[in-house]
């Protein structure tokens, strides 16, 4: 299979920092996804990883180690706005583009 | 521009009914796949679509069909709805993939469907 692991849900502070993790099979795997989903709206597009090691991206950055089939998204700077769920997806579709999603990560963010 | 569009926002069934859903790709997207997310879970893959044809499926059972029209607009069918069917169906469109293209998978907001 293709299991993508994240934690259910987390909480952090307002202005805080959060690091959410994320596990996956490497057999067939091309790259990382990860979206932003507020309830009852649609995901948003965050981050694309393909190549090991950090990209950025304003408050929020994004890691991929290959060879562990491991990556996280940093948050920076935490706003309320932020809270919100975070799906990691795995791209193994080949030529297609098929995303294997985890079960998302339910952020909260506290003042 | 306009994104992803899906029709209807919400729908009401009865188990056994049958269901039609609807998705506008982003403007000059051509594939679009679909995706069911029950609460609190990610969206699950059911199947994508690519120059009118299903072009990779997830594992869903053949109640589940779909089609794609000339202007790249796609239904989604289910047939003889289950209780377990409750869910948001999300369509994602995309531009088909290339040698080294790394597109993203535009979300539109979804069909919220209830099997009652």
């Known amino acids: 299979g293709q299991n993508i692991d994240q934690p259910t849900e987390m909480t952090a502070t307002e202005g805080a920092i959060v690091q959410i993790n994320c596990t996956y099979q490497?057999?067939?795997?091309?790259?990382l996804f990860w979206y932003q989903q507020h309830a009852g709206e649609a995901p948003t597009f965050l981050s694309y990883n393909v190549l090991d090691g950090l990209e950025e991206k304003g408050r929020f950055s994004s890691f991929l180690s290959r060879s562990k089939g491991y990556s996280y998204l940093l948050l920076k700077e935490l706003q309320m706005k932020d809270s919100a769920s975070y799906l990691c997806?795995?791209?193994?579709?080949?030529?297609?583009?098929?995303?294997?999603f985890g079960t998302g990560t339910l952020l909260a963010v506290q003042p | 521009d306009a994104g992803v569009t899906q029709s209807p926002t919400h729908l009401i069934k009865t188990r056994g009914q049958q269901v039609t859903l609807r998705c506008s790709p982003k403007s000059g997207h051509d594939t679009v796949s679909w995706y069911q997310q029950a609460l609190g879970q990610g969206p699950q893959f059911i199947f994508q679509y690519y120059e009118e044809e299903e072009r990779q499926r997830g594992n869903f059972p053949d109640r589940f069909s779909g089609h794609q029209f000339p202007n790249y607009s796609s239904e989604l069918n289910v047939n003889a709805l289950l209780l377990g069917d409750s869910a948001l169906y999300l369509c994602a469109s995309s531009l088909a993939r290339g040698l080294s293209t790394n597109e993203k998978l535009f979300f539109g907001s979804g069909t919220q469907l209830s099997v009652l």
């Open positions: 490497t057999s067939g795997f091309n790259g």
């Open positions: 997806a795995g791209d193994y579709g080949g030529a297609t583009n098929k995303l294997i």
